[in-house]
């Protein structure tokens, strides 16, 4: 027989999380940089959801698109309906890895939009996503 020690919480804390794997949601829907604006936006509307998490052939992210920013895009006067997500001008979006601390996490969404990152592994694959709390 084994004995299993249980340690009771109190109801009244909460446990702040520490690194962002600690801290992050689910990926959600990922796809791939050929993806046209308009098919992302269908993907994000489908999936009620304000990201996407934007993959190259390789299966390593790349970037992670916010509907604001497709919107942006698409109502630009250089806009056509062959705009692709690897066409999209950025910085590559926002990554952190597992175990970075929470703190650093959100000090750069603060000071970098869009207030969400991709959490990858060492081989650049998707996790999960951390968004800023409102």
Same mark, same amino acid.
């Given at each position: 027989? *084994?004995?299993?020690? *249980?340690?009771?919480?109190?109801?009244?804390?909460?446990?702040?999380?520490?690194?962002?794997?600690?801290?992050?949601?689910?990926?959600?829907?990922?796809?791939? $940089?050929?993806?046209?604006? $308009?098919?992302?936006?269908?993907?994000?509307?489908?999936?009620?959801?304000?990201?996407? @998490?934007?993959?190259?052939?390789?299966?390593?992210?790349?970037?992670?698109?916010?509907?604001?920013?497709?919107?942006?895009?698409? $109502?630009?006067?250089?806009?056509?309906?062959?705009?692709?997500?690897?066409?999209?001008?950025?910085?590559?979006?926002?990554?952190?890895?597992?175990?970075?601390?929470?703190?650093?996490? $959100?000090?750069?969404?603060?000071?970098?939009?869009?207030? @969400?990152?991709?959490?990858?592994?060492?081989?650049?694959?998707?996790?999960? @996503?951390?968004?800023?709390?409102?």
């Amino acid at each position: 027989m *084994t004995l299993v020690q *249980t340690h009771s919480r109190s109801t009244s804390t909460h446990a702040v999380p520490r690194t962002v794997a600690d801290a992050m949601d689910a990926t959600g829907p990922q796809v791939w $940089e050929d993806m046209t604006i $308009e098919v992302a936006l269908s993907v994000m509307a489908a999936a009620r959801t304000g990201h996407l @998490v934007v993959c190259d052939e390789d299966g390593q992210c790349t970037d992670l698109v916010t509907r604001a920013r497709l919107i942006a895009v698409r $109502e630009s006067s250089g806009y056509t309906d062959r705009v692709r997500l690897r066409d999209l001008s950025g910085d590559g979006g926002l990554f952190a890895s597992p175990p970075a601390p929470v703190a650093e996490a $959100e000090y750069a969404m603060r000071h970098r939009r869009p207030g @969400v990152l991709s959490v990858v592994d060492d081989r650049g694959s998707a996790l999960g @996503v951390r968004a800023l709390s409102r």
